[in-house]
């Protein structure tokens, strides 16, 4: 089991930064790849980016590509996303997720409770 909880979150006009972070308890997180995901009022739930246990890798979705940065510290169980240029369409509920290295929800298995970014024009 693996809990998690995500914090950062806030009101940003465009064109600013926020990073946002996951703590984990309770299993092992270097165990874990770890992935950000995001929903926005009435649109489906999507990945936004994923990093793989090692950190070696890493998988944007594409309408964020240079522009976020995902990273992790297995020595202090977090995983973080670096938001800069952002846009109102970034505008969503963030959610880490642990599990298998993928951009598809179901291959991960712990999610945290969400965290609002909000990005004004």
């Known amino acids: 089991q693996v809990q998690l909880v995500e914090s950062g979150g806030g009101l940003v006009q465009a064109g600013g930064s926020l990073r946002l972070s996951c703590a984990a308890s309770?299993?092992?997180?270097?165990?874990?790849?770890m992935a950000w995901f995001r929903q926005a009022p009435g649109k489906d739930h999507e990945f936004v980016a994923a990093?793989?246990?090692?950190?070696?890798?890493?998988n944007y979705q594409d309408s964020v590509k240079g522009r976020f940065t995902i990273s992790r510290d297995n020595a202090k169980n977090t995983v973080y996303l670096q938001m800069n240029s952002l846009k109102p369409e970034d505008t969503a509920v963030y959610y880490c997720?642990?599990?298998?290295?993928?951009?598809?929800?179901?291959?991960?298995?712990?999610w945290g409770q969400g965290t609002q970014v909000t990005v004004s024009s």
């Open positions: 309770g299993d092992t997180f270097s165990s874990y790849a």
């Open positions: 990093i793989s246990w090692s950190g070696d890798s890493t």
């Open positions: 997720a642990a599990g298998i290295y993928g951009s598809w929800s179901y291959e991960y298995d712990y």
